[in-house]
């Protein structure tokens, strides 16, 4: 599964469709990546629509439209993607139709963004409320994840492993196996060490450590496959 870094690739591959309407939206519906938001609801709500911004909670990316001015206008729009195990975002010619795995595909005036997972791990949900992240716990590299609130986080998981901690999503939003790997070799402890034989502030400074590292390596040094229509990024490649 995908982690912070690659997570934020994907995003900037979809960024090339900020500022631009939505023309037509079209679907794979029965597929499993619509089990929490119907599909047939992607088509109708969609189109008129102009993508915003976007942005990333760890292992998910959020997408914001602005109404269509012809219903009317109102509150945001956020369309949520899950990557699962093997999901694409990938950029296509307009007007490109769906191939066999293109579970959504949002058509833009000059370019259409396509969503694909052979594996159907992944998912798509809509959200009509303002801010529908507002409830999510603090990144690792926000300002606001600091040692107090490390420490309160974890102080009824003293006896878990410190990777099992890193894995947490309710704790380390974004880090996956091989940067917890990582930020147990950077510490120099076992991955099955117990979290209340660990320096927690060494474990805040390596975890942001290692989020920044990953960010600079595989987001940063690969943006380029944003131009890339039909490459895209996948996950695991």
């Known amino acids: 599964m995908p982690e912070l870094a690659e997570v934020e690739l994907a995003r900037r591959v979809w960024s090339a469709g900020h500022g631009e309407i939505v023309q037509e939206v079209e679907c794979h519906p029965r597929t499993r990546v619509y089990r929490d938001c119907a599909a047939d609801e992607l088509v109708a709500t969609l189109p008129g629509c102009t993508l915003r911004s ?27 993607v899950h990557l699962g195990m093997s999901g694409r975002l990938s950029l296509a010619p307009p007007g490109t139709p769906p191939a066999k795995h293109d579970h959504l595909v949002m058509h833009l005036p000059a370019i259409a963004l396509v969503y694909s997972d052979y594996r159907q791990f992944g998912r798509v ?25 490390l420490r309160k986080l974890l102080a009824r998981r003293e006896r878990a492993p410190v990777k ?61 496959v944003a131009a890339a229509a039909r490459e895209g990024f996948a996950a695991g490649h």
């Open 54 to 80: 976007s942005r990333t909670h760890g292992k998910r990316l959020l997408f914001s439209f602005a109404p269509a001015e012809a219903n009317g206008g109102g509150d945001p729009l956020h369309l949520e």
């Open 125 to 149: 949900v809509l959200h009509r409320e303002p801010d529908p992240w507002a409830g999510l716990p603090r990144e690792v590299l926000d300002r606001r994840f600091t040692l107090p609130y």
């Open 164 to 224: 099992a901690v890193l894995l947490d999503q309710r704790c380390f939003p974004g880090v996956g196996n091989w940067m917890a790997d990582e930020i147990c070799w950077r510490m120099g402890v076992h991955p099955a060490t117990p979290v209340s034989q660990i320096d927690l502030a060494d474990l805040r400074a390596k975890g942001r450590f290692v989020c920044r590292g990953a960010l600079r390596h595989v987001a940063d040094r690969n943006e380029t």
